[in-house]
């Protein structure tokens, strides 16, 4: 039984997808295909037409990113993919069967408060005070009003949301590119510099230091993954669907995803403006019914 639950665990261990969204692809040479009769344009003009415009699409994630692993990596993919159809998936609607999704969304929040250093430290990495003073508010609100991390008052009642920071990010922040693609079993999409970037958020992960055994450790992770995939919404089940090419399509949105967030530098509220009990923010003696 121990083995079994085990092997669960490890499979359970997230098959991520940070599934966004692509760029449409635009169609040249119109100009010349009018000016040119039907009688006149032979086959073999058209194969080289056709080519040339489905070339380019295939050019463009290439350009975003290398994938000299291609081959390995379309192997990884293919027992990744598998794996979610024939494993994870049903994992999932079991999950949620048991566990309403209020409860999960609860068990996801409680895994987002803990992780707070690992945003906290590479925003301040990053010389991003704003970002750092964000996540300090909100784990500060978050434990204590939200119980332990239970609930996100912060977001919900505040409008302050969470940044999204990691040391892949932070590595981005300071020049360095994303080497080349990765698709790594039960993980997903990633890169070298995001996979080095992983591993070193791994050491400011308070879980980290809990003592707990890697059996253990394997069940929590198991169960944030699990809790966050069973929130998605079937979203890979739609790109597998309307896709022509998964695995490109998967490479383009992640890589651009990354370079978004490397990029980016938005925050829902300025929390340093306005009083801290402001009534428009924040202000837990009026959950209460008191006053000031």
């Not at 003073?133 to 204590?144: A, C, D, L, M, S």
């Not at 992960?205 to 890697?214: A, E, K, Q, S």
């Not at 967030?261 to 019914?289: K, T």
């Amino acid at each position: 039984m121990t083995r079994f639950i085990l092997i669960i665990s490890i499979v359970s261990f997230l098959l991520i997808g940070s599934i966004s969204c692509a760029a449409d692809q635009s169609l040249s040479d119109t100009d010349s295909m009018t000016s040119t009769s039907l009688d006149d344009f032979s086959d073999d003009d058209f194969d080289d037409a056709f080519d040339d415009n489905f070339s380019g699409s295939g050019n463009t994630s290439h350009e975003l990113i290398a994938d000299p692993l291609e081959i390995v990596n379309r192997g990884t993919f293919w027992f990744n993919d598998k794996l979610y159809f024939y494993v994870l998936k049903p994992v999932v609607k079991g999950y949620r069967w048991v566990a309403p999704r209020p409860v999960r969304i609860s068990i996801k929040n409680v895994f987002s408060n803990l992780v707070t250093p690992v945003r906290a430290v590479n925003s301040l990495l990053q010389m991003n005070v704003r970002g750092f003073g964000t996540e300090v508010y909100r784990f500060v609100i978050n434990t204590t009003f939200g119980i332990g991390g239970l609930f996100d008052p912060a977001k919900s009642i505040a409008g302050v949301d969470k940044s999204i920071e990691d040391f892949g990010q932070t590595l981005g922040f300071y020049g360095l590119g994303h080497g080349f693609y990765l698709v790594l079993p039960f993980v997903g999409p990633s890169s070298l510099r995001d996979m080095i970037g992983t591993i070193a958020d791994s050491y400011v992960d308070p879980l980290r230091y809990t003592g707990m055994r890697t059996y253990g450790l394997l069940i929590v992770r198991s169960v944030d993954s699990t809790t966050r995939l069973s929130l998605a919404r079937d979203i890979y089940d739609g790109i597998v669907k309307d896709s022509l090419d998964p695995y490109l399509f998967i490479r383009a949105a992640y890589v651009q995803r990354r370079l978004a967030q490397v990029g980016e530098n938005v925050y829902s509220r300025n929390i340093f403006h306005g009083p801290l009990f402001d009534a428009d923010m924040l202000n837990p003696f009026e959950w209460f019914g008191l006053e000031l």
